[in-house]
């Protein structure tokens, strides 16, 4: 198969899908990530065949060998991105082409077969098609796809695999916080680092994930919504948080956020609000910002907002910062009026409610 042809997907339509009545009290109150659709996407990758057997299949468990290389050295990859009903009751994927290409790099980092992304964004294509009945139509809803890629091969040698399986699942949810847009309130652990230079920050891989459940318990103990994390090397500057970016808004309106040195996910939330900002003329400024910086600057209002930012989460309002030395609040602790018209303007787009000037929303149906 060439670069970036697609493959042909064979469909094996689910027989039992769930009854219009069952999905739609599931689709009452979905939550994040708990309930899923009626299929699932499966492609198949040996070494010497290449992708093989793609199919859209009724959602149900794996079996795989307990040998199998994941389990073991935990080589896989994920992805997040959400389709959205739109006015006309059709749906769109939103920069569904920047998460194929981020699905490729993080191959690349974790020794893994590039999935061609023509195939990427068919596989995606095909599971909102065959369960478009469980794209949300709430104001707040979205359908969110996780497609994933993870070594399947049996052999507990430490090499790169030979063998993977690509899937991909489909979840309705609802916000990822609790409560909507209220600020969250974040710890920044002084004892768990991320990612250090070189290593897999800028990766979507579930190790980064894994090694991050500590640090979440720990700011869940201490009362916070999420964590922060600062620079491995110098433990200083502001990296981002365990499944979001960071952005500041200063007191001059302009936009701050941590730079794409290696060792953050770079967001293609991130990526959006910076692109839209810059488009209405508002500065923008990919630097360092330290810790000392944030809590200097929300004492002394030089840092006017601060907002986690991501797929999940879209754009939530920070408002409470808490550490080992105390806590402080970025001005009066509520989302902040930047901040909302931001994530206002970019959900209109998500949305098809709003132009499109960057040709983002990718209609599937
Ligand atoms: N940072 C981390 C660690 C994440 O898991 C995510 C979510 O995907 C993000 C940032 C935001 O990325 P995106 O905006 O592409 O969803
Ligand atoms: C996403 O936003 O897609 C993520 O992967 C983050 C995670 C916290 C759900």
Not at 210 to 226: T, Y
């Amino acid at each position: 198969m060439s670069g970036g042809d697609s493959l042909d997907f064979e469909i094996r339509p689910n027989r039992a899908p769930l009854s219009d009545a069952e999905r739609a009290a599931l689709l009452a109150n979905p939550g994040f990530g708990r309930i899923f659709t009626d299929h699932m996407v499966t492609i198949r990758y040996a070494e010497g065949k290449g992708w093989y057997e793609p199919r859209v299949e009724a959602r149900a468990p794996i079996s795989m060998d307990p040998a199998a290389a994941v389990l073991h050295y935990a080589q896989g990859i994920f992805e997040g991105l959400k389709a959205y009903t739109l006015p006309d009751d059709g749906v769109a994927m939103f920069r569904p082409d920047a998460n194929a290409a981020r699905f490729a790099q993080s191959a690349q980092r974790m020794a893994m077969p590039p999935l061609p992304q023509a195939t990427f964004l068919e596989s995606l294509r095909q599971i909102i098609t065959i369960d478009r009945q469980w794209v949300p139509q709430t104001e707040d809803g979205s359908l969110y796809l996780r497609p994933f890629a993870f070594a399947s091969e049996v052999f507990l040698g430490v090499r790169p695999a030979i063998e993977y399986l690509y899937m991909v699942i489909a979840s309705p949810v609802g916000p990822y916080f609790p409560g909507g847009v209220k600020p969250v309130t974040v710890w920044v652990t002084p004892a768990y680092t991320r990612a250090a230079p070189g290593g897999t920050g800028a990766a979507k891989c579930g190790g980064n994930y894994a090694a991050g459940l500590s640090a979440q318990a720990e700011a869940i103990e201490h009362g916070c919504d999420q964590v922060v994390y600062l620079d491995a090397v110098e433990r200083r500057y502001v990296d981002e948080l365990g499944g979001m970016n960071i952005v500041f808004v200063m007191e001059d309106g302009s936009l701050v956020t941590p730079p794409l040195t290696g060792t953050i996910l770079p967001g293609i939330t991130r990526d959006s609000i910076l692109k839209l900002a810059q488009r209405a003329g508002r500065r923008i400024e990919e630097r360092p910002v330290s810790f000392e910086e944030w809590r200097d600057g929300a004492a002394s209002g030089g840092i006017r907002e601060v907002f986690a930012c991501g797929t999940a989460a879209v754009i939530t309002p920070i408002g409470t910062v808490r550490s080992p030395q105390g806590e402080f609040r970025v001005a009066d602790g509520g989302p902040g009026e930047v901040t909302m018209g931001i994530r206002q303007e970019l959900v209109d787009i998500q949305r098809g409610r709003a132009e499109d000037p960057f040709g983002w929303v990718h209609r599937v149906l």
